[in-house]
């Protein structure tokens, strides 16, 4: 068949690097795609977030099947739009997408199927924001509503920091994202990810990991899209999993089908677990980037079969097969990310990689220039390995950063850390 994959990031390339090893894929195109991608796949310029503009190129290209990967197309109605036009798609309907276009949403959908989560006030003004602060005392997270590009959270560790969120939020600095407030319940533990398929009634679990967010070592710094991961995260045990499946995604899936807007696609769970019970954090209605690149380099072949079974209703039918392995991503970026960075340095040593179904380095923000692979992003490389222990996947990731010869990269060099 021919697949259409849509999106330029480390998580594209990791999708596109398992669906071209599936028997299944004649033809393979990334829109936009980047210069990894462009190593094993055909890219093309095409605007991704304009429905019509993507049902064209794939009426144009004999599209059989079209992975939606970032949730700005998915917010942005490109899903409905090719699903209407009978293409077979991976990827949620603008309705359900709200999961993770807006936080308030997402709290309505705990409320009404009773999903653990933060206790929460939604506000539209400032001042009732700033009176229920004073009154519940920090630590609170503050956030604006809508997309935010992961930046819309602020974490009120005192209350001048919950009331200068508030400032900053109802301030404009993040546009018509920040025409809502939700301040939440403060939840410490361990943070998490779980990754769910879900065909409109059947819920899959399809992978856990752990994300880095923090910019330095020890988790310190600024906040950034994410550092580096590992699959699967020990502390989701089966047991662990298992409650999490009955108390807070079958519900959700369940409420979002009563409300005639079913889930179809991944569903992403960020989690807060504590005394070994977990509290929804958030949901996301893509696969996480960088975690994608560990739970891909982790099924292989087999992940088109499972995205297809998703996309066509017969989930109830699937089964994943996961082998007694570790993965590990190293994320490398440009000096001065999550801030100001510059782009076009050049990063040598890529060639000399081992490429297999054990080592890739998955392409996140890069370009050619004179036939050199150049840094065109902030988190620009994702270097990854898979071994039977999470340590030798580790020490492999990070032989293979030490042979990319970037000065003007950087990465952490603790990847790992919690699960070692
Ligand atoms: P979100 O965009 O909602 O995932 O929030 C970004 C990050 O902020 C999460 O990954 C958590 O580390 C943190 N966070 C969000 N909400 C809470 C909460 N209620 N309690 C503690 N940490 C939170
Ligand atoms: N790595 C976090 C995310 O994709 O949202």
């Keep these: 068949m021919n697949i259409l994959i849509l999106g330029g990031g480390g998580r594209e390339h990791a999708l596109a690097w398992a669906v071209k090893q599936n028997p299944k894929t004649d033809r393979l195109i990334v829109a936009p795609g980047n210069a990894g991608i462009a190593r094993l796949a055909e890219t093309a310029a095409l605007d991704i977030l304009d429905g019509a503009a993507v049902v064209a190129f794939c009426a144009d290209n004999a599209i059989d099947f079209v992975i939606v990967g970032p949730e700005a197309p998915l917010a942005a109605g490109v899903a409905d739009a090719t699903r209407a036009a009978g293409i077979l798609t991976f990827g949620p309907s603008a309705a359900a997408a709200r999961l993770e276009a807006s936080?308030?949403?997402?709290?309505?959908?705990?409320d009404a199927c009773g999903a653990p989560t933060a206790g929460y006030a939604r506000f539209t003004e400032a001042e009732p924001a700033r009176a229920y602060i004073r009154a519940k005392g920090a630590p609170l997270v503050v956030k604006a509503d809508g997309l935010a590009a992961g930046k819309g959270v602020i974490m009120g560790m005192t209350e001048a920091e919950a009331l200068a969120g508030i400032d900053?939020?109802?301030?404009?600095?993040?546009?018509?994202?920040?025409?809502?407030?939700?301040?939440?319940?403060?939840?410490?533990?361990?943070?998490?990810?779980?990754?769910?398929?879900?065909?409109?009634?059947?819920?899959?679990?399809?992978?856990?990991?752990?994300?880095?967010k923090r910019v330095g070592d020890g988790d310190t710094g600024p906040n950034t899209g994410g550092m580096g991961a590992y699959s699967p995260a020990p502390i989701l045990s089966e047991a662990l999993q298992e409650q999490v499946m009955a108390d807070i995604v079958r519900p959700t899936i369940a409420e979002m089908a009563r409300r005639g807007t079913p889930y179809q696609g991944v569903l992403y769970a960020g989690l807060m677990i504590q005394d070994g019970r977990a509290r929804l954090v958030e949901y996301n209605c893509r696969f996480g980037d960088p975690e994608c690149q560990v739970l891909m380099l982790r099924l292989g072949a087999q992940a088109l079969d499972h995205l297809l079974a998703c996309a066509e209703g017969r989930l109830a039918e699937a089964r994943v097969t996961w082998a007694e392995d570790h993965a590990l991503t190293v994320v490398m970026a440009a000096q001065g990310y999550p801030g100001a960075y510059r782009k076009g340095s050049a990063i040598g040593g890529l060639d000399a990689l081992p490429e297999?179904?054990?080592?890739?380095?998955?392409?996140?923000?890069?370009?050619v220039?004179?036939?050199?692979?150049?840094?065109?992003?902030?988190?620009?490389?994702?270097?990854?390995a898979r071994a039977d222990s999470l340590r030798a996947a580790q020490e492999a990731a990070y032989r293979m950063v030490d042979a990319i010869d970037w000065p003007e990269g950087f990465c952490r060099r603790d990847i790992g850390w919690r699960a070692l």
């Design 103 to 110: 936080k308030a949403f997402t709290k309505e959908i705990c």
């Design 168 to 212: 900053e939020i109802f301030g404009g600095a993040f546009g018509e994202a920040g025409a809502e407030v939700v301040i939440e319940e403060f939840m410490a533990g361990e943070e998490a990810s779980f990754f769910i398929l879900s065909d409109g009634e059947t819920a899959l679990p399809f992978g856990t990991a752990q994300d880095h």
């Design 356 to 367: 297999d179904s054990r080592h890739m380095v998955f392409h996140a923000g890069t370009a």
């Design 369 to 384: 220039q004179d036939g050199q692979i150049t840094a065109a992003g902030g988190r620009v490389l994702n270097v990854t």
